[in-house]
C-alpha cells in the first residue's frame, strides 16, 4: 500500500510556470513506477507523463512533449512535474499515481487501468 499526496498546484497565466510534486508514503516508494494524469471538466482522465523506478524510462503525451519534465527523488519519497509554458488547455485537475505493476513502467503506462494508488488531485488554471 502507498498513499500519495500532491501539492502545488494554483492560478498561473499563459506562459507561465507550476512544479507540481507528489509525497509518497508507506511501502518502499521505490517500488513504483509512477505517472501524472490530469482530467478537465467534463473530459475524460488523460495521461501526462510516466517514470520507471529509476528515472532511466520516462514517456510523456504528445500534448506536453517539450514543455513538461517529469523527475523523481527515491530518497525523498517524491516525484515531480515540472510544468512549463503552459497554456489554458492545460487546466486540470492533475493527479499521481503508483503502478500496480511495481518498478517497470507498464506497456500500456497511458492507461489509467496500469495504476493501483492514486492522490486526491491538485488544481491547475490557466488563465488566458
Known amino acids: 500500500q502507498v498513499q500519495l499526496v500532491e501539492s502545488g498546484g494554483g492560478l498561473v497565466q499563459t506562459g507561465g510556470s507550476l512544479r507540481l510534486s507528489c509525497a509518497a508514503s508507506?511501502?518502499?516508494?521505490?517500488?513504483?513506477?509512477m505517472a501524472w494524469f490530469r482530467q478537465a471538466p467534463g473530459k475524460e482522465r488523460e495521461f501526462v507523463a510516466a517514470i520507471s523506478w529509476s528515472g532511466g524510462s520516462i514517456y510523456y503525451a504528445d500534448s506536453v512533449k517539450g514543455r513538461f519534465s517529469i523527475s523523481r527523488d527515491n530518497a525523498k519519497n517524491a516525484v515531480y512535474l515540472q510544468m512549463n509554458s503552459l497554456k489554458p488547455e492545460d487546466t486540470a485537475i492533475y493527479s499521481c499515481a503508483a503502478s500496480r505493476f511495481g518498478a517497470v513502467v507498464s506497456a500500456i503506462y497511458y492507461s489509467h487501468t496500469s495504476y493501483g494508488y492514486w492522490g486526491q488531485g491538485t488544481q491547475v488554471t490557466v488563465s488566458s
Open positions: 508507506g511501502r518502499t516508494f521505490s517500488s513504483y513506477a
